[in-house]
């Protein structure tokens, strides 16, 4: 089952606009990561924010994490073309007692940016 | 480094035949976890392997198995296929060192069409 929704379920932005996508969850977490996807391929890894932190960056993309209401965001800056993909949420919530470890994803946000 | 492989990357198939998809991790990993993504549905965990063991499985019939060989190399199989099994396949690895920040890294996804 989906751990969270990602909201909007699509964006349509022009060329240098600012993206901004949020996910919610369900349960306490260790980890939320955000991944990318193209067109039906394969999942990129962007950035990872552990449950203790509030805010990361890497680059053009900034993520915010609020654990008391369980949501985070991702906000794209100056946006490009390149930058039109599939952006998924995803939470983890550290390793089981059996030492496993799983990824809950959302169900993503299609962002389309307009040259 | 290579990253994730799979192969084969595109496969149809008619009802009740099997298939099976393979997965090379990126090198040293030891952890391999296979993913279901349907636009239904969205990307579900199916299983994780680690050290040639199943260390969890998600929620899906008995039809869907796998194994993680020697060299962490892991195959997946689906028996009887049904339409609903129609899905872009995606195998992950990762370090799994038992540190709280786990990234799993994605291969290009096997897409699965079942007639």
């Known amino acids: 089952s989906q751990q969270g929704e990602e909201d909007p379920q699509a964006l349509s932005i022009q060329e240098g606009e600012n993206a901004t996508m949020n996910c919610s969850y369900k349960t306490s977490i260790n980890n939320l990561q955000w991944y990318r996807q193209n067109s039906g391929r394969g999942l990129v890894h962007l950035i990872l924010i552990r449950s203790n932190e509030r805010e990361k960056h890497s680059g053009r993309l900034r993520v915010t994490l609020d654990t008391s209401k369980k949501s985070s965001s991702l906000l794209i800056t100056a946006s490009r073309a390149a930058d039109t993909a599939s952006y998924f949420c995803a939470t983890d919530r550290g390793y089981s007692g059996a030492g496993s470890y799983q990824l809950t994803f959302g169900k993503g946000t299609k962002l389309s940016v307009i040259p | 480094k290579a990253g994730v492989t799979q192969t084969p990357r595109y496969l149809i198939k008619t009802r009740g035949q099997q298939v099976t998809l393979s997965c090379s991790p990126i090198?040293?990993?030891?952890?391999v976890s296979w993913y279901q993504q349907t636009p239904g549905q969205g990307l579900q965990f199916l299983f994780e392997y680690f050290s040639e063991t199943q260390r969890n499985k998600g929620n899906f019939p008995g039809r869907f198995s796998g194994r993680q060989f020697s060299n962490s190399r892991s195959e997946m199989n689906v028996s009887t296929l049904e339409l609903g099994d129609s899905a872009l396949y995606l195998c992950a690895s990762s370090l799994s060192t038992g540190s709280s920040q786990e990234t799993q890294y994605f291969g290009p996804g096997t897409r699965l069409l079942v007639l």
């Open positions: 090198s040293g990993h030891r952890s």
